[in-house]
């Protein structure tokens, strides 16, 4: 028992490794577009034996339609509504029942372009004035960006039995338009674009 248990422990830790790496990969090649695209977010994905591990980022504007510190009631309402709809990998992802797959772990955070984190509370499992028009863009450039984390961890009986990953992602999220995959599986490491018109994943076996 205690030897499954730890090599079970040593998956889950090599996992979370991966994923590391993985944003790190995909923060570095936005770093390099030096851009930050609305309507595009990124996922690091890992399948090994029965656990699926999965990070999403996601630009505030792409969930709740604004990228700075929510500070009207209105704003803060759509900002705990996401994080909660996030805490829930339902609403991201969609797996073939015969898979049977159980959420093991599962949180959602804001955090800004600089670093800082806020509303880092929802888990389940275990500028003020107005400026001018020719102001803005230079204003825009100098406002952090929102950014929306959620991680994942699913256990699946068969996990065989899945051969595409749908993205109901966009179902949820009307301003989101597409995400940059990078999945990580027995097949080696590969990196996809999905999209609102073309939301399904398909596995190579």
């Known amino acids: 028992m205690s030897s499954a248990y730890s090599a079970e422990k040593m998956i889950k830790r090599n996992l979370i490794l991966i994923l590391i790496l993985v944003t790190c ?5 936005a ?9 595009q977010g990124q996922v690091g994905m890992a399948i090994d034996q029965n656990l699926i591990s999965m990070t999403l980022e996601s630009p505030g504007a792409d969930i709740v339609g604004f990228e700075h510190e929510a500070r009207t009631a209105e704003e803060k309402t759509a900002v705990t509504e996401a994080l909660k709809q996030l805490s829930n990998p339902m609403f991201v992802i ?3 029942e015969s898979a049977s797959c159980k959420v093991v772990q599962a949180s959602s955070e804001v955090t800004s372009e600089n670093g800082d984190e806020g509303h880092a509370d929802h888990e389940e499992h275990t500028d003020h004035d107005e400026h001018e028009d020719h102001e803005d863009h230079a204003d825009h450039e100098n406002e952090a960006h929102g950014s929306f984390i959620a991680e994942y961890q699913l256990e699946c009986a068969t996990i065989a039995a899945i051969d595409s990953i749908k993205f ?10 597409s995400l940059i995959v990078v999945l990580i599986d027995k097949n080696g490491q ?3 674009e999905i999209s609102r ?3 399904i994943l398909y596995l190579k076996k």
């Not at 990969?25 to 090649?29: D, E, M, N, Q």
């Not at 770093?31 to 309507?39: D, E, F, P, R």
């Open 197 to 199: 018109d073309n939301p």
């Open 168 to 177: 109901v992602y966009f179902d949820h999220f009307r301003n989101a338009q």
């Open 190 to 192: 590969h990196r996809h």
């Open 31 to 39: 770093a390099a577009q030096s851009t930050h695209v609305h309507g």
């Open 25 to 29: 990969s995909l923060g570095a090649s």
């Open 94 to 96: 969609q797996l073939p």
